[in-house]
Protein backbone atom coordinates (compact mmCIF):
# COMPACT_ATOMS: atom_id res chain seq x y z
CA UNK A 1 0.00 0.00 0.00
CA UNK A 2 1.46 3.34 -1.29
CA UNK A 3 1.86 6.07 1.67
CA UNK A 4 -0.15 9.28 1.36
CA UNK A 5 2.29 12.24 0.45
CA UNK A 6 1.28 15.41 2.23
CA UNK A 7 3.40 19.08 0.79
CA UNK A 8 3.37 22.11 2.94
CA UNK A 9 5.25 24.98 2.16
CA UNK A 10 7.60 27.25 3.72
CA UNK A 11 8.83 31.02 2.57
CA UNK A 12 12.20 31.20 2.57
CA UNK A 13 14.88 34.46 2.00
CA UNK A 14 15.32 32.74 -1.35
CA UNK A 15 10.99 32.45 -2.04
CA UNK A 16 9.12 29.48 -1.26
CA UNK A 17 9.62 25.76 -0.94
CA UNK A 18 7.58 23.27 -1.60
CA UNK A 19 8.37 20.52 1.11
CA UNK A 20 6.66 17.05 0.63
CA UNK A 21 6.76 13.61 2.10
CA UNK A 22 4.96 10.30 3.45
CA UNK A 23 5.45 8.35 6.59
CA UNK A 24 8.62 6.99 4.87
CA UNK A 25 10.02 10.44 4.86
CA UNK A 26 11.15 13.25 2.85
CA UNK A 27 10.36 13.02 -1.01
CA UNK A 28 11.18 16.72 -2.13
CA UNK A 29 12.21 20.01 -1.21
CA UNK A 30 12.03 22.15 -4.20
CA UNK A 31 11.88 25.87 -4.90
CA UNK A 32 8.50 26.84 -6.15
CA UNK A 33 8.59 28.75 -9.75
CA UNK A 34 8.03 32.34 -9.71
CA UNK A 35 3.96 33.35 -10.47
CA UNK A 36 3.31 29.63 -8.84
CA UNK A 37 -0.02 29.37 -6.88
CA UNK A 38 0.58 28.08 -3.48
CA UNK A 39 -2.42 25.70 -2.42
CA UNK A 40 -3.86 26.54 1.05
CA UNK A 41 -1.91 24.79 4.15
CA UNK A 42 -2.66 21.90 5.75
CA UNK A 43 -2.15 21.16 9.14
CA UNK A 44 -2.27 17.58 8.89
CA UNK A 45 1.63 16.36 8.13
CA UNK A 46 3.44 13.66 8.91
CA UNK A 47 6.22 14.17 11.51
CA UNK A 48 8.86 14.11 8.84
CA UNK A 49 7.35 16.81 7.17
CA UNK A 50 6.48 19.29 9.95
CA UNK A 51 10.33 18.23 11.06
CA UNK A 52 11.81 19.34 7.92
CA UNK A 53 9.53 23.14 8.34
CA UNK A 54 11.55 23.36 11.63
CA UNK A 55 15.00 22.34 10.63
CA UNK A 56 14.89 24.28 7.37
CA UNK A 57 13.47 27.11 9.83
CA UNK A 58 16.59 27.06 11.77
CA UNK A 59 19.06 26.56 8.78
CA UNK A 60 18.12 29.95 7.34
CA UNK A 61 18.08 31.17 10.58
CA UNK A 62 21.88 30.36 10.71
CA UNK A 63 21.08 27.95 14.03
CA UNK A 64 21.46 24.60 12.02
CA UNK A 65 23.85 23.14 10.10
CA UNK A 66 23.18 19.58 9.51
CA UNK A 67 19.95 18.19 8.84
CA UNK A 68 18.66 14.80 10.58
CA UNK A 69 15.71 13.83 8.66
CA UNK A 70 14.80 10.54 7.17
CA UNK A 71 14.99 11.07 3.37
CA UNK A 72 13.08 9.20 0.55
CA UNK A 73 14.05 10.57 -2.87
CA UNK A 74 12.39 8.68 -6.05
CA UNK A 75 15.67 8.08 -8.59
CA UNK A 76 17.54 5.31 -9.63
CA UNK A 77 20.06 3.49 -8.04
CA UNK A 78 22.95 5.30 -9.30
CA UNK A 79 21.17 9.35 -8.40
CA UNK A 80 20.68 7.62 -5.01
CA UNK A 81 24.25 7.14 -4.46
CA UNK A 82 25.43 10.22 -5.47
CA UNK A 83 22.71 12.28 -2.71
CA UNK A 84 23.87 9.63 -0.62
CA UNK A 85 27.61 10.94 -1.22
CA UNK A 86 26.43 14.76 -1.83
CA UNK A 87 25.13 14.62 2.29
CA UNK A 88 28.76 13.47 3.10
CA UNK A 89 30.13 17.20 2.06
CA UNK A 90 30.19 19.30 5.44
CA UNK A 91 28.72 22.46 5.88
CA UNK A 92 30.55 25.79 5.15
CA UNK A 93 32.28 23.50 2.46
CA UNK A 94 31.79 22.53 -1.25
CA UNK A 95 33.56 20.06 -3.70
CA UNK A 96 33.91 19.40 -7.05
CA UNK A 97 31.65 17.33 -9.41
CA UNK A 98 35.76 15.34 -10.60
CA UNK A 99 35.24 14.53 -6.78
CA UNK A 100 31.75 13.18 -6.64
CA UNK A 101 32.29 11.36 -9.11
CA UNK A 102 35.82 9.62 -8.05
CA UNK A 103 33.62 9.09 -5.15
CA UNK A 104 30.95 7.10 -6.65
CA UNK A 105 32.05 5.23 -9.51
CA UNK A 106 34.91 7.11 -11.36
CA UNK A 107 35.69 10.10 -13.72
CA UNK A 108 34.32 8.90 -16.24
CA UNK A 109 30.82 9.43 -14.33
CA UNK A 110 31.65 13.06 -14.35
CA UNK A 111 28.67 13.89 -16.47
CA UNK A 112 26.25 11.20 -15.12
CA UNK A 113 27.14 12.99 -11.43
CA UNK A 114 26.33 16.17 -13.06
CA UNK A 115 22.84 15.10 -14.33
CA UNK A 116 21.99 13.18 -10.65
CA UNK A 117 23.10 16.30 -9.12
CA UNK A 118 21.02 18.31 -11.47
CA UNK A 119 18.11 16.28 -10.57
CA UNK A 120 18.44 15.72 -6.68
CA UNK A 121 14.47 15.91 -5.47
CA UNK A 122 15.73 17.66 -2.11
CA UNK A 123 17.04 20.47 -2.59
CA UNK A 124 19.33 22.01 0.64
CA UNK A 125 19.06 19.09 2.86
CA UNK A 126 21.04 17.25 0.32
CA UNK A 127 23.24 19.87 -0.43
CA UNK A 128 23.95 19.58 -4.25
CA UNK A 129 24.62 23.78 -4.04
CA UNK A 130 27.70 22.68 -2.38
CA UNK A 131 28.99 21.01 -5.71
CA UNK A 132 31.04 23.19 -7.99
CA UNK A 133 33.19 23.50 -11.10
CA UNK A 134 36.88 22.03 -10.72
CA UNK A 135 38.20 25.52 -11.37
CA UNK A 136 36.01 26.81 -8.17
CA UNK A 137 33.21 27.85 -11.14
CA UNK A 138 29.87 28.05 -9.89
CA UNK A 139 28.16 25.99 -12.16
CA UNK A 140 24.84 24.61 -13.03
CA UNK A 141 21.84 25.14 -10.00
CA UNK A 142 18.54 23.92 -10.65
CA UNK A 143 17.49 26.64 -8.22
CA UNK A 144 19.18 29.05 -10.22
CA UNK A 145 23.02 30.01 -9.86
CA UNK A 146 21.97 33.24 -7.54
CA UNK A 147 20.44 30.57 -4.84
CA UNK A 148 23.05 28.30 -5.24
CA UNK A 149 25.41 31.73 -4.70
CA UNK A 150 22.96 33.18 -1.62
CA UNK A 151 23.27 29.46 -0.17
CA UNK A 152 27.31 29.42 -0.28
CA UNK A 153 28.03 32.48 0.96
CA UNK A 154 25.07 32.02 3.94
CA UNK A 155 27.33 28.70 4.94
CA UNK A 156 30.47 30.79 4.94
CA UNK A 157 31.77 28.52 2.06
CA UNK A 158 32.01 31.87 -0.44
CA UNK A 159 33.59 34.97 0.79
CA UNK A 160 32.18 38.65 0.11
CA UNK A 161 33.90 40.49 -2.55
CA UNK A 162 35.10 42.44 0.34
CA UNK A 163 36.52 39.92 2.23
CA UNK A 164 38.57 38.72 -0.91
CA UNK A 165 40.30 41.85 -1.47
CA UNK A 166 41.14 42.17 1.83
CA UNK A 167 44.07 39.47 1.58
Given at each position: MESQTNTTYLQTPLGPLRISGTSQGITEVRFCDEGEALPAQTNDLPACVSTCVQQLEEYFAGTRQNFDLTLDPSGTAFQKQVWKELQGI??????????????????????????????????????????????????????????????????????????????
Open positions: PHGKTTSYLAVSRAVSGEKAIRAVGAANGRNPICIVVPCHRVIGSDGSLTGYAGGLWRKEWLLRHEGALKTAMQTSLF
